[in-house]
């Protein structure tokens, strides 16, 4: 039987998790909209090669992102050292470190589904308000932004749900400093290290599956409507 | 003069051309599926770039080849009503009767809901709108949109048959309100006559 007393440590932890992972979805959501908004529109020479590295920390062991990012985002690699510099910021063991290590692992899922969701839109649609005298931007604000929303949110969700498992890269970058960088994983993986914490391994373990049920889940619900071309019906 | 057309494209292997001068208020492009008729309404909407050629309507150039003038789309000003009618999903009849409405010029949306039969309709979802009832809306919002012409691509094509009179008297009615030329795509002869208009036909 799984002791459902969840400890103050606990429930750092899990807020921790939440917010890492909420930060680093909302940093990446312009970044990876911009990145699907041009993968699926735009055509240029070199437009394979952004895609394969759009989509290199799918497939890159995670610790080698986490050692990119400390490479580049160090005290001496050089945005870490122009962060320092101008804003006096540091990412290096701090959660806003983890988030932008949660934030890249997770920005190859919310690209892929941002992506799809943008060529699912009927571009005959956007001929037509074009014909209405709507220009380029007022098209893209009141026809594929809307029609494109629930994949961005699906992405968005997903994003998320990956966000919440990241491992490898955070724990490369960032290490495991209670309080700070301890999201659930890692508070898994060092709980696994200490004999006597099996209970508090389950807890920890049964909440992330939920928490990534979940987010999966309404993901997938966002992503079905997407699908289907639209809400006309429901909105 | 209501539209000076003369314009080519090279469509794959096919060349589709016209060349016209017309002076009715409705003018009608007759000819076989396939031929290329809704390829000529994109090219004086502003969506299909002609090779060469010139497009005027009432009076306006909006593409030149020479002069080396292309007006966009969204400043041509006319009131396109697709085939497949191009409703704005996520909007309400209502919203998309407006989205191109530039007021105080154009139409208001209390004097045309009527005329069109659609006042019923303004709350309701695209989807939910049988095939004629589309179409109206999709003719009342070329008409919003303050057009100096209105372009129609086979607006009966999903309509009702029993349906299809009313709406072709209603758009025989449209230069009463407003004063559009229109240019009506259609394979059928007989819808031509029954609009009074001035017929062209394309091989």
Known sequence: ?235 | MSFDIDVTVQHGRRRIALSHRAQARIVALIGPSGIGKTSILNMVAGLLKPDQGRVIVAGETLFDSERRLNRPSAQRRLGYVFQDRRLFPHLRVRDNLLYGHRPPSSLSLEDLAPFLGIAHLLDRWPGTLSGGEAQRVAIGRALMSDPRALLMDEPLSSVDPRRKAEILDMIRHIPDISQVPILYVTHDLDEAHRLEAEIVMIE
């Open chain 1, 1 to 235: 039987m799984t002791d459902w007393n969840i400890s103050p440590e606990e429930w750092t932890v899990i807020g921790l998790s939440l917010k890492v992972s909420l930060a680093a979805v909302i940093a990446m959501l312009p970044i990876s909209f911009a990145f699907a908004w041009i993968l699926a529109r735009w055509r240029f020479p070199g437009k394979l090669l952004l895609d394969t590295a759009v989509h290199l920390p799918l497939v890159v062991p995670p610790v080698v992102t986490g050692w990119m990012l400390l490479l580049l985002f160090g005290a001496n690699g050089p945005i870490g050292r122009w962060l320092l510099d101008w804003f006096g910021v540091t990412l290096l063991f701090r959660w806003t470190g983890a988030a932008l290590a949660a934030g890249i692992m997770a920005l190859p899922l919310m690209t892929r589904a941002m992506r799809l969701s943008i060529e699912a839109v009927d571009r005959r649609l956007e001929d037509a308000a074009r014909t209405l005298g709507a220009g380029r931007f007022r098209v893209f604000r009141t026809i594929a932004l809307p029609l494109s929303l629930p994949g961005i949110l699906a992405g968005a969700v997903l994003g998320f749900a990956r966000a919440i498992g990241e491992f490898g890269a955070t724990i490369t970058f960032v290490s495991d400093i209670p309080g700070e960088t301890r999201t659930l994983p890692i508070a898994i993986y060092s709980a696994l290290q200490m004999p006597g914490a099996e209970a508090a391994v389950s807890r920890l373990a049964i909440i992330s599956v939920l928490l990534s049920l979940g987010a999966l889940l309404i993901s997938e619900l966002l992503a079905r409507k997407a699908g289907r071309g639209v809400h006309s019906h429901v909105l």
